[in-house]
């Protein structure tokens, strides 16, 4: 079977599947993760010293599309793969050994010619595989989309690809989730229509309300889109923006200023209580990952300071939420 042929069989399962329900789901429990990009330039010598430093014990991780773990790191090498059972027990042996754990594998798509699009749905089958072996639970998976692509087509395309997506899930118990970014998922009539397209429970949406701040909307509004999408939250980001008191609650071009006004996750216009107290009212238990990206602000022990306040306030209103 080629690459195109696998995602053809992959949609054409689905009409053997039933309906199922949607609702808000996690790992079960409330913890802070962190992406592994993050652990470096904190002056440690690997990424587990680096997330012992900051306190927190679950990494998400990137893999490329050759199974590769880009960014976990271990002085100047990167060592880890899970591309066959061999790398994967060796990953699993240091998480055990370090006694870390993995929240999610972030796998990032990029769009090509359509005739590629089988590729990707391969390249997600693989993940899926190793994020069982692993007893990772969620696959992260961001679709930006490609420069000049119509509204109309990235629908379509993304549509196909998450719903290829679903017995894959089913099988594995994996849950991929979708994230909204950049200039086509944090627009309602983009991911709207996407998300009430899925049928199975296992896949659904990785929730970054601040990108939706990023892409212009004023802070009030945010917490009616979390109202409308905790239904599809499957995973969570959290990080935050300060934005002047004149721009705050008002319309932005997309990306306006960002860089220069981002701050930690406590100290942004973002309620992160309001909005996890959202999701947890629709069922979402599991984990909320830090993507700070107000770290370029900082030095060495500055950047150290900001990610375990992070770290401590989402734990505050963890603890606030039980």
């Not at 391969?122 to 000049?148: F, N, R």
Request: contains cysteine; aromatic residues 8%; negative net charge.
């Amino acid at each position: 079977m080629n690459r195109r042929q696998v995602f053809t069989a992959a949609a054409a399962i689905l009409v053997l599947l039933p309906v199922a329900a949607m609702g808000a789901s996690g790992t079960g429990q409330w913890e802070v993760g962190i992406r592994d990009t993050h652990l470096r330039n904190l002056g440690a010598p690997d990424s587990w010293a680096a997330a012992d430093l900051l306190g927190i014990s679950t990494i998400e991780v990137q893999i490329n599309s050759k199974m590769k773990c880009q960014m976990l790191f271990e002085g100047e090498d990167t060592p880890y793969s899970v591309e066959t059972p061999e790398d994967r027990k060796a990953l699993k042996d240091k998480l055990a050994e370090k006694k870390k754990s993995i929240c999610a594998f972030c796998c990032g798509v990029r769009f090509g010619d359509p005739d590629s699009d089988g590729e990707v749905v391969e390249w997600l089958v693989q993940a899926a595989e190793a994020a069982k072996d692993l007893g990772i639970p969620i696959i992260m998976v961001p679709v930006p989309g490609a420069q000049g692509m119509k509204d109309d087509e990235y629908i379509a395309r993304t549509t196909k690809l998450l719903l290829a997506l679903e017995p894959i899930a089913d099988k594995t118990g994996i849950v991929f989730a979708m994230e909204n970014l950049q200039r086509f998922n944090n627009r309602k009539e983009i991911l709207e229509p996407i998300l009430k397209a899925l049928k199975s429970p296992r896949v659904g949406l990785a929730l970054d309300i601040t990108n939706m701040y990023w892409y212009g909307y004023p802070v009030e509004q945010l917490y009616g889109f979390a109202e409308l999408y905790a239904p599809y939250v499957r995973y969570v980001h959290a990080k935050n923006e300060k934005y002047p008191e004149d721009k705050k609650n008002t319309q932005r071009e997309p990306g306006w200023e960002y860089s220069k006004y981002a701050t930690s996750v406590r100290e942004g216009d973002v309620d992160f209580r309001r909005i996890l107290a959202i999701l947890a009212k629709a069922g979402y238990r599991g984990p909320v990952t830090i993507e700070d990206d107000s770290l370029g602000h900082h030095e060495v022990e500055g950047k150290k300071k900001v990610l375990q306040d992070d770290a401590k306030f989402l734990r505050e209103i963890f603890a606030e939420l039980k």
